[in-house]
T-cell receptor
Framework: QQQVKQSPQSLIVQKGGISIINCAYENTAFDYFPWYQQFPGKGPALLIAIRPDVSEKKEGRFTISFNKSAKQFSLHIMDSQPGDSATYFCAASRGSSGGSNYKLTFGKGTLLTVNP | DSGVTQTPKHLITATGQRVTLRCSPRSGDLSVYWYQQSLDQGLQFLIQYYNGEERAKGNILERFSAQQFPDLHSELNLSSLELGDSALYFC???????????FGDGTRLSIL
């Protein structure tokens, strides 16, 4: 059972364009939604995260949009740069709702290529 | 640099063998997580420790075990290795059990 579905699998964007990656989740107990960026040979690096009490969070060129009713969230990368070329993972966990299991459930990843 | 250190970076061994992967969390982080990354399964949670105690288990095989030591470093032990165990193994740490998780650069395990 894939609890977090991510799309598209791959994305090619021109420099300066907007990159959009979407995720949908099934478990309504999830309340913490981070995005990770992974370069080849490196571990996933935390990019930005959101909790469901807000519909949008922006950090620099990166924005998360969150739709609780649709159980969807997305990452927008504005003014995409060749250096943004990487694999992006969405994830979800029960970050603050109690219990002891804060494991991250990851999407399958999106390979982003930004052409110069 | 996330501050999470994993050793070794690469490990090549044969089927049936046993290996130990080591993780040093960021300074001050009490919680350690282990994940497996493979092409077909993606990133999968294996096990979590908090301040030396096991907190949660995911899809971890019985051949795999882990522990967190008093100095908070953690080790993942993989035994009776099979070809299908070839993967990247990541460790992540967080200050508290529910905090943001920061990943190391992983150990690439290749089973020949």
């Amino acid at each position: 059972q894939q609890q977090v579905k991510q799309s598209p699998q791959s994305l090619i964007v021109q420099k300066g364009g907007i990159s959009i990656i979407n995720c949908a989740y099934e478990n309504t107990a999830f309340d913490y939604f981070p995005w990770y960026q992974q370069f080849p040979g490196k571990g996933p690096a935390l990019l930005i995260a959101i909790r469901p009490d807000v519909s949008e969070k922006k950090e620099g060129r990166f924005t998360i949009s969150f739709n609780k009713s649709a159980k969807q969230f997305s990452l927008h990368i504005m003014d995409s740069q060749p250096g943004d070329s990487a694999t992006y993972f969405c994830a979800a966990s029960r970050g603050s709702s109690g219990g002891s299991n804060y494991k991250l459930t990851f999407g399958k990843g999106t390979l982003l290529t930004v052409n110069p | 640099d996330s501050g999470v250190t994993q050793t070794p970076k690469h490990l090549i061994t044969a089927t049936g063998q046993r290996v130990t992967l080591r993780c040093s969390p960021r300074s001050g982080d009490l919680s350690v997580y282990w994940y497996q990354q493979s092409l077909d399964q993606g990133l999968q949670f294996l096990i979590q420790y908090y301040n030396g105690e096991e907190r949660a288990k995911g899809n971890i095989l019985e051949r795999f075990s882990a522990q967190q030591f008093p100095d908070l470093h953690s080790e993942l032990n993989l035994s009776s290795l099979e070809l299908g165990d070839s993967a990247l193994y990541f460790c992540a740490s967080s200050v508290v059990a529910s905090g943001p998780q920061h990943f190391g650069d992983g150990t690439r395990l290749s089973i020949l």
